[in-house]
């Protein structure tokens, strides 16, 4: 597909002009950041990997009925997606602790909570993404009280389809975080999971040796990201089980 106006580039993708009104072509960059940022590389074969697997989640959410704003893939870096209103929070699911949570409440990592908590996160860099309150999102006009019980509805059943889908392949998902969008059909507004969801906004453990497959590999260098999220799509069926990790990874349709 030919190159479109360029309409916004973040971190790990660019987003451009869409063939058709209310769409948009994303594209996966190799960029891999953390800690806002601080931390940055570039990782061969990475944005190829997400595209793929992103998809993959993407697809099987629409199929058991939770909207998102994922259209089809387009080639091994691009995806069609509806152009969408993104809502300015992350919203974060935690079903074991891991990452900040453990920091700020001292729990130890891999312990499983009593139940899935969500939490919200203000999108800024500049602010460090804070933690935030559904009164301050209700207050500031970011989300209305029935978005939130929206929000929280999908947020749980992203989880559980997820939760199944890892634990099939032997992968414990730890947490993840998802962003919503909405979408407007005249006046009939509706919200649907955005962004993206892959091993870069998950935290995926291997069940029985408790490797991590997700972008802590890169936070914390515990070896190559590519390997990581490589065994995630082969586990998935996303690649042929015969196929040796490497920087450019073979992936099929």
């Not at 974060?92 to 899935?116: C, D, H, M, W, Y």
């Not at 602010?127 to 559904?134: C, H, Q, S």
């Not at 890169?218 to 082969?234: M, S």
């Amino acid at each position: 597909m030919a190159r479109r106006k360029k309409i916004y580039e973040g971190k790990a993708k660019i987003l451009y002009e869409g063939p058709e009104p209310g769409t948009l072509v994303q594209y996966f960059k190799d960029d891999a950041t953390a800690f806002n940022a601080e931390k940055k590389d570039v990782i061969e074969g990475k944005g190829v990997l997400n595209n793929r697997l992103s998809e993959y989640f993407m697809l099987g959410l629409n199929n058991i009925g939770v909207p998102t704003h994922f259209l089809r893939r387009i080639n091994m870096r691009e995806q069609l997606i509806r152009s969408c209103e993104i809502i300015p929070l992350e919203v974060i699911v935690r079903n074991f602790a891991a990452g900040s949570i453990s920091k700020r409440l001292g729990i130890e990592e891999g312990t499983q909570l009593p139940r899935p908590i969500i939490e919200f996160s203000y999108k800024d860099d500049s602010l460090g993404d804070p933690l935030v309150p559904e009164e301050y999102i209700t207050a500031f006009g970011w989300a209305s009280q029935q978005d939130l019980d929206d929000i929280v509805s999908i947020a749980i059943r992203v989880n559980d389809y997820l939760s199944g889908v890892m634990y099939g392949v032997g992968i414990k998902l730890i947490d993840f975080k998802i962003e919503i969008g909405r979408i407007y059909d005249g006046d009939f507004m509706r919200l649907v999971v955005a962004d993206e969801i892959s091993p870069d906004s998950c935290r995926l453990w291997d069940i029985k040796t408790g490797e991590k497959l997700d972008k802590d590999v890169f936070r914390r260098d515990l070896g190559n990201l590519t390997d990581a999220y490589t065994e995630v799509a082969r586990r998935l069926g996303v690649m042929p089980s015969n196929v040796t990790p490497a920087t450019k990874p073979t992936l099929i349709n």
